[in-house]
């Protein structure tokens, strides 16, 4: 499928450039494999998540837990605010790479955490650098200028929020975490520059996200289909061969 086509008009998927997949692996900490054949998930990349016993990082937006089904709504809504709230955060013209992905985590007493989490790796150039204050908190995670790309992301589902009518929920914390901490993890949308990357493996037009993503503008996207991976340590020369 090359063409989503939507109530607000159509929204091209193209074939990344090679340059643009260097960019993405470079700012990835352990970089992509590459599937031939046999695809899980139908997948032709796996974003490395965890090397051996080294995991990638995220901040978690958690918010108050809840039951189970109202936490597939939130998980939904959350996928709709993410795709709302793109084309606003392109605006501030950072260069880096940012993952803004859905969650879901089991809690006690059948409850659910159905949350957003953020990844990403500034440029060590990019405007984001430029907006580094001191004492930015997730700086010293995820380098310099991560905290301003995530707060405007942030503001950016607030705004989409209000815009919409679709509730955001209310935060009870801002957190870094390992992947598996966060057990289902939605690969949704990767920003990298100017450059929006569609990182789902099965792509279904009537799936509101979107809509909502031409309904800001966005007409084109590169579509990456992607799903977490892991690789042994001996196995991050191909995955990263620049590290």
């Known amino acids: 499928m090359n063409t989503i086509k939507t109530p607000q008009g159509s929204v091209q998927l193209l074939t990344p450039p090679v340059e643009l997949l260097r960019a993405i692996r470079s700012f990835l900490p352990y970089g992509f494999v590459g599937y031939g054949g046999e695809r899980p998930k139908g997948a032709h990349f796996g974003i490395v998540m965890?090397?051996?016993d080294q995991e990638v990082s995220f901040?978690?937006?958690?918010?108050?837990p809840c039951d189970e089904e109202q936490g597939f709504r939130r998980f939904q809504a959350n996928s709709i605010l993410i795709a709302l709230s793109l084309a606003e955060y392109l605006?501030?013209?950072?260069e880096g790479m940012f993952m803004p992905c859905t969650y879901i985590r089991k809690k006690d007493g059948g409850k659910v955490?159905?949350?957003i989490a953020y990844f990403g790796s500034p440029s060590s150039d990019g405007r984001e650098v430029q907006e580094t204050?001191?004492?930015?908190?997730?700086?010293?995670s995820f380098g310099p200028g991560f905290t301003a790309m995530m707060i405007t992301f942030i503001n950016s589902l607030k705004q989409?929020?209000?815009?919409?009518g679709i509730s955001l929920d209310t935060v009870i914390g801002l957190d870094v975490r390992p992947r598996?901490?966060?057990?289902?993890?939605?690969?949704?949308?990767?920003v990298v520059g100017p450059h929006v990357i569609c990182l789902k493996t099965r792509l279904v037009e009537q799936d509101p996200i979107w809509t909502a993503l031409r309904s800001t503008g966005i007409s084109e996207v590169y579509h990456l289909p992607s799903v977490?991976?892991?690789?042994?340590?001996?196995d991050l020369s191909v995955a990263k061969p620049e590290r």
């Open 50 to 52: 965890q090397c051996d």
């Open 59 to 64: 901040v978690k937006q958690q918010p108050v």
């Open 91 to 94: 605006r501030s013209g950072f």
């Open 113 to 115: 955490e159905s949350g």
């Open 133 to 140: 204050s001191f004492g930015s908190g997730f700086d010293d």
């Open 160 to 164: 989409s929020s209000e815009a919409s």
């Open 180 to 190: 598996t901490h966060l057990e289902a993890l939605g690969f949704g949308f990767m």
């Open 228 to 234: 977490p991976a892991e690789i042994a340590e001996a």
